[in-house]
């Protein structure tokens, strides 16, 4: 697989060692020699321990929480890494912090998507490997190469096992108007029907049900979004379908940040069953029955496979 003279190595920071040490366990090779950790006044410190001159180098390192700690981990590692003349360096970023704060929602609002992906360019990143941004013009915000996988084709493949001699009576759910090209791509990947949740949002991190376009009686209905927060959203549309007839309610998403109330509200909610994938680690407190963890492993290193080889990684959009 050695195509261009580099030998690779991967690196990561503390958000998401399991994953890290999975995805380069599929690959073949242990995580490089770094110790990242912190100076008693709480900089962050970082040292590579190993020879990384020439070599085609990938960062493994979500921006999930504690969202600034882990993005200036990502940044000093970049940065270490480029001083160390590594030859070419990709952030691989499977949940990518800051994401919806991607335009001025009202006067004096900061675009912190742009500076966050200035910030990664600019500590000497050459490539970006990332999952579902929550805006998919965010690709856009970084004058780099970047990959974008999607995380639809696990959580498919996960249902259509799930309700293989059941898919007449499934019908998936967008849980308000924003996702429903998102949901309409995996409802057609299902082979089933579409319904649209249309709801108003008074204020941040609260959201009303207004109304439900589409059939749900006496389905087994899909809500599928690409990151759940605190739950709200999610869950008040799960109450919602269950109020008005729906058999049962089952969620996914690709990014499970789960912050604040979100386990209560999931705990004590119409959701059945709730399937994230593994991009961001989920915290012990999180681990409630009702939540299922796929793993994003495979297709991550994949990818990384196949930009060290530089082949094309646009058939792992589908194919997992």
Known sequence: MNLHGKDIKIFAGNSN???????????GLPLGAAAVGKFSDGETAISINEVVRGSDVFVIQSTSAPVND?????????DALKRASAGR???????????RQDRKAKSRDPISAKLVANLITVAGTDRILTM???????????????????GQPILAHYFQERFS???????????????VGRCRTFAEKLDVPLAIIDKRRPKANVSEIMNIIGDVRNKRVILVDDLIDTGGTIV?????????GAIEVFACCTHGVLSGPAIERIRHSAIKEL????????????????IRVLSVADIFAEAIER??????ISTLFTQF
């Not at 060692?17 to 690959?27: S, V």
């Not at 941004?133 to 970047?146: N, T, V």
């Not at 399937?275 to 009702?290: G, K, N």
Request: charged share 20%; proline share 7%; hydrophobic share 50%.
């Open 236 to 244: 008040n549309a799960a109450n919602a379908l269950a109020e008005i």
């Open 17 to 27: 060692k399991p994953l890290a040490e999975e995805i380069a366990a599929r690959i």
């Open 70 to 78: 882990n993005l200036i981990e990502l940044l000093l590692l970049v």
């Open 132 to 150: 579902d941004l929550h805006a998919p013009q965010l690709q856009g915000f970084f004058d780099i190469p970047l990959d974008h996988l999607v």
């Open 165 to 179: 001699d059941q898919m007449d009576d499934v019908v998936v759910v967008s849980p308000d108007i924003g996702s």
């Open 307 to 312: 930009i060290y080889g530089d082949i094309s």
């Open 275 to 290: 399937v994230t994938l593994d991009t961001i680690p989920l915290a012990e407190a999180c681990r409630i029955p009702q």
């Open 89 to 99: 360096i990709t952030a691989v970023i499977p949940y990518f912090g800051y994401a």
